[in-house]
C-alpha cells in the first residue's frame, strides 16, 4: 500500500525559510506529476507548485520566485523549499502525487509563519 509522508513544516519568522520533503513508501509506477498543495483555514486547497515526471515545474503565482518545487522519481520523493516567507504562508501543506491510475495525498504537515 502506498502511503506519504511529508516531513519539514513548523514554525519560522516571516522572511525565514523551510524545506518540506514527500517520499512515497511502497509500490508506485507511472508517476505523472508530484505537487505541493496547501490549505489555510477557511480557504480552499490551492496548488501550490507542480513537477512533471519530464521535470517540467509550475507555481502559483503567489510564490513564484520564492518556493522551488524538486523531484527524484527514482526516490519517488518530491521537496519544496520555500524561501521569504510571508505570514500569508500559513496553512497545512500536503503532497500529491498523481499517476496514471490514481491520486495519493499526504496527510499534511503544518506551516506557520509569524510576522
Known amino acids: 500500500q502506498v502511503q506519504l509522508v511529508e516531513s519539514g513544516g513548523g514554525l519560522v519568522q516571516a522572511g525565514g525559510s523551510l524545506r518540506l520533503s514527500c517520499v512515497a513508501s511502497?509500490?508506485?509506477?507511472?508517476?505523472?506529476?508530484m505537487d505541493w498543495y496547501r490549505q489555510a483555514p477557511g480557504k480552499q486547497r490551492e496548488l501550490v507548485a507542480g513537477?512533471?515526471?519530464?521535470?517540467?515545474?509550475n507555481y502559483a503565482d503567489s510564490v513564484k520566485g520564492r518556493f522551488t518545487i524538486s523531484g527524484d522519481n527514482a526516490k519517488n520523493t518530491v521537496y519544496l523549499q520555500m524561501n521569504i516567507l510571508k505570514p500569508e504562508d500559513t496553512a497545512v501543506y500536503y503532497c500529491?502525487?498523481?499517476?496514471?491510475?490514481?491520486?495519493?495525498w499526504g496527510q499534511g504537515t503544518q506551516v506557520t509563519v509569524s510576522s
Open positions: 513537477i512533471t515526471s519530464d521535470g517540467s515545474t
Open positions: 511502497g509500490s508506485i509506477f507511472s508517476i505523472k506529476t
Open positions: 500529491h502525487i498523481l499517476t496514471a491510475r490514481r491520486h495519493y
